[in-house]
C-alpha cells in the first residue's frame, strides 16, 4: 500500500504569515491528491482536490502544488480562522489512505 | 442541499457488533460512492470502507477486514456499516462521506456528516 507522508507534524505561525504543509507519496499517485482542513472539535472539510484545484468556496489564500510523489498546501497570509489540523489523501486506488495531519496554530 | 446524517453509535463491548447508519438527501444518493471514514481520539483520519454508487464493488481497510461490512440501499438513500467482533481500537466517530462521482477511487470526499461516536469498552 501507498504511504503518505506529512510534515512538519505542526507548525506555529503568526498572522500574515506564508504556510506551506507538505505532503509527500511512498509511490506516484499523478495529481489525485486532496486537501481536508478539520478544526478542532469539526467536520473535516474539503479544501483543494486535483492536487491544485480549489473546492467552491475555499478562500483563495489557499493553494495546492505538486504532482507524482510531492505536493504542498499553501496559505498565504495565515488567518486566525485557519487554525485546524490539515489533512492530505490519495484517492487514485484504495486504500484511500490519509496522511498523519499537520496541526496548524498562531503563535 | 446536500446532507449526509449517521446514526446508530454507541457503548459496547468487546466482541459485540453494531450497525452505523448514514441518510443521504439532497442529491442522487444512488449516482455517487460513499465511503466511511472514522478517527479515534486525538488521533488522525482513517478510511475505513468504500462502496461503489451501484453497491457492486466494495473495499475495507485491512484493519477491519472480515469483521465490518459496508453496504447500501439506494431504495432507501442510506449508507451502512455492520460492525462485527468490535475491539478497543475500533473506539473512534465513525464519519459517512459522499465521493463527488460513482466510484470511490478518482474522486473526492466532499460531503461529510457531522460523526457518530463508537465506543468499545467493558
Known amino acids: 500500500d501507498i504511504e503518505m507522508t506529512q510534515s512538519p507534524s505542526s507548525l506555529s505561525a503568526s498572522v500574515g504569515d506564508r504556510v506551506t504543509i507538505a505532503c509527500r507519496a511512498s509511490?506516484?499517485?499523478?495529481?489525485?491528491l486532496a486537501w481536508y482542513q478539520q478544526k478542532p472539535g469539526r467536520v473535516p472539510n474539503l479544501l483543494i482536490y486535483a492536487a491544485s484545484t480549489l473546492q467552491s468556496g475555499v478562500p483563495s489564500r489557499f493553494s495546492g502544488g505538486g504532482s507524482g510523489t510531492d505536493f504542498t498546501l499553501t496559505i498565504d497570509s495565515l488567518q486566525p480562522e485557519d487554525v485546524a489540523t490539515y489533512y492530505c489523501q490519495k484517492y487514485n486506488s484504495a486504500p484511500l489512505t490519509f496522511g498523519g495531519g499537520t496541526k496548524v496554530e498562531i503563535k | 442541499e446536500m446532507q449526509v446524517l449517521e446514526s446508530g453509535g454507541g457503548l459496547v463491548q468487546p466482541g459485540e457488533s453494531l450497525r452505523l447508519s448514514c441518510g443521504a438527501s439532497?442529491?442522487?444518493?444512488?449516482?455517487?460512492?460513499m465511503s466511511w471514514v472514522r478517527q479515534a481520539p486525538g488521533k488522525a483520519l482513517e478510511w475505513v470502507s468504500g462502496i461503489i454508487y451501484s453497491g457492486g464493488n466494495t473495499y475495507h481497510a485491512d484493519s477491519v477486514k472480515g469483521r465490518f461490512t459496508v453496504s447500501r440501499d439506494n431504495s432507501k438513500n442510506t449508507l451502512y456499516l455492520q460492525m462485527n467482533s468490535l475491539r478497543a481500537e475500533d473506539t473512534a466517530a465513525y464519519y459517512c462521506?459522499?465521493?463527488?462521482?460513482?466510484?470511490?477511487?478518482?474522486?473526492?470526499?466532499?460531503?461529510w456528516g457531522q460523526g457518530t461516536t463508537v465506543t468499545v469498552s467493558s
Open positions: 462521506a459522499r465521493h463527488s462521482g460513482a466510484y470511490y477511487k478518482y474522486y473526492v470526499m466532499d460531503v
Open positions: 439532497g442529491f442522487t444518493f444512488s449516482s455517487y460512492a
Open positions: 509511490q506516484g499517485i499523478g495529481n489525485y
